[in-house]
């Protein structure tokens, strides 16, 4: 887990980057719970089910409205930390299940898709794999795609890389040093503020990368973030 001074190399990003330290050092994580993880994020369609039992005060207000084009199997964002989990929750009570948002080392363990490499795809963005500001696809710097619009990683997981960042559950800790090694959130740092993974439709594909972290505040609802659902396996 982690990005390591090679790929930091070959990328060319500035040490200086502060963004370069939080993806340090690069270490072993042994995932010890069984889970399961949504092939794609959560939709807008999904979220509007939702939206529509719990209202606007739990929901929020603008995930209908991104700034951008969306249809109904688009990625749903402008949705907070504390919305996802609201939502986890009111998922978990429809369906008997416990869902809830992955760990960081789970979601990058499940974006990896067994590869070490920057992407599951190669070390290079390439072309037409994803949506970043560069990533040669129709949607670049326009906003997010419909889901399983790309082709799905080892895992048949689809959209972990660009789109959108994703929430986690973890607390924010600005880098890995006592980070958990056994995959399970690490629940102790600035717990007003959470981990966001994956890249955006308007960033450049470095910050797409399986690596790359983000962050923002629980409230936080911007047109660049979304989730998914994680659910624990016996």
Known sequence: MGTSAEEI????????????AWQQPKHHVTIARSFALAATPVTRAQYER??????EK??????????????????????SWDQAN???????RKTGQHYRLPSEAEWEYAARGGTTTAYWWGDD????????????????SKGTAPVKSFAANPFGLYD??????????????PDYRGAPADGSPWMSGDCNVHPSRGGSWNLDARLSRAAQRGRDDH???GNMVGFRVARDLP
């Not at 190399?9 to 370069?20: F, H, Q, Y």
């Not at 609201?86 to 978990?92: E, I, N, R």
């Open 9 to 20: 190399a070959r990328w060319g990003v500035a040490p200086s980057n502060r963004t370069i």
């Open 50 to 55: 939702f939206a529509r039992e719990a209202g």
């Open 58 to 79: 739990v929901a929020g207000i603008g995930w209908d409205s991104p700034g951008f084009r969306q249809t109904p199997d688009d990625p749903v964002v402008r949705v």
């Open 86 to 92: 609201a939502y986890v929750a009111w998922l978990s």
């Open 125 to 140: 963005a390439g072309v037409n794999h994803t949506v970043c500001d560069d990533c040669g696809s129709d949607w670049d």
């Open 160 to 173: 972990m890389l660009g789109q959108m960042f994703e929430w986690t559950a973890d607390c924010w800790n």
């Open 219 to 221: 409230d936080y609802s």
